[in-house]
């Protein structure tokens, strides 16, 4: 309720509500802009809670408010490796892996996406809990799918992030 009280003024602004009322109708899009504005935000938290209030004030549906939430956390992970990328190889490697998590829960959800709402709206929740529901289940959905992963994805960041001394190394061996 504060966040909606908060965000009434953007709700309400004509300017804003063309904005994001023009977002409807191609998820991929919504992903790429909602994670533009997550890094722009410096949070993705901010971003998951203006969309809920954006569905409450009833500016956006769910067919948009869905993937602005998974552009959301691809925000938060391109925002971690941009905080990183003065850092050692050793320590870009979780936020890439972290990123990639990301990526890769959004190319399994999206395609989903109708089917998803469909189901959602079943439940008879309210419009802003279930984008703040859909948050919790993704993010929880990406542990349980990152746990069985972290090798294999440790792997393909450390292929793309060696160690300094590893990729001398590499660069000095004869082919």
Known sequence: KLVVAATKPLTQNAGAQAVFSSLSGDPLLDVVFAAVFAVIAYSSLAVVLLTAALVTSQVIGLDTAFPLVLGANVGSGVLAVLMTMKAKPDV????????????????????????????????????????????????????????????????????????????????????
């Open 92 to 175: 870009r490697r979780v936020p890439l892996g972290n990123l990639m998590f990301k990526l890769l829960g959004v190319a399994l959800v999206l395609p989903f996406m109708k089917p998803i709402i469909a189901w959602v709206v079943t439940q008879g929740a309210s419009p802003a809990l279930m984008v703040v529901l859909f948050h919790l289940a993704f993010n929880v959905a990406l542990a349980m799918i990152g746990i069985a992963l972290v090798k294999p994805v440790a792997r393909l960041a450390t292929s793309f992030l060696p160690s300094q001394a590893n990729a001398i190394d590499n660069a000095n061996t004869p082919r």
